[in-house]
């Protein structure tokens, strides 16, 4: 059965910095961070296909966040730096999309996520 387990969220303050995990069974699959926030619809935030190398940030994000990936630990990461309130939210991650990255009715699996409060 496959797993996702969300990790390392918690309180920071603005301009603080935080790194989420993401424990997986297998994740040798495309991987994408979502969040959602108090009253808002879920949005993507990065995503990190399986092979391609490559990696995908929201605007809200670009330049502050970073995604990567451990596979021979099946672990997914997301490094977020120059933390503002507007990032609050419950962070998940996701595997294996069937579409455009962005849209998370396109992802198959799921974590129960892991909250992300920043303060001024």
């Known amino acids: 059965q496959y797993q996702l387990v969300e990790s390392g969220g918690g309180s920071v303050q603005a301009g603080g910095s935080l790194t989420l995990s993401c424990a997986t069974s297998?994740?040798?699959?495309?991987m994408a961070w979502f969040r959602q926030a108090a009253g808002k619809e879920r949005e993507g935030v990065a995503c990190?296909?399986?092979?391609?190398?490559?990696?995908y940030y929201d605007d809200s994000v670009r330049g502050r966040f970073n995604i990567s990936r451990d596979n021979a630990k099946n672990t997914l990461f997301l490094q977020m730096n120059s933390l503002e309130p507007e990032d609050t939210a419950l962070y998940f991650c996701?595997?294996?999309?069937?579409?455009?990255?962005?849209?998370?009715?396109?992802?198959?699996?799921w974590g129960q996520g892991t909250q992300v409060t920043v303060s001024l």
């Open positions: 990190i296909p399986s092979l391609s190398g490559a990696k």
């Open positions: 297998y994740p040798y699959s495309d």
């Open positions: 996701a595997a294996r999309s069937v579409g455009p990255w962005q849209v998370a009715t396109n992802w198959k699996y």
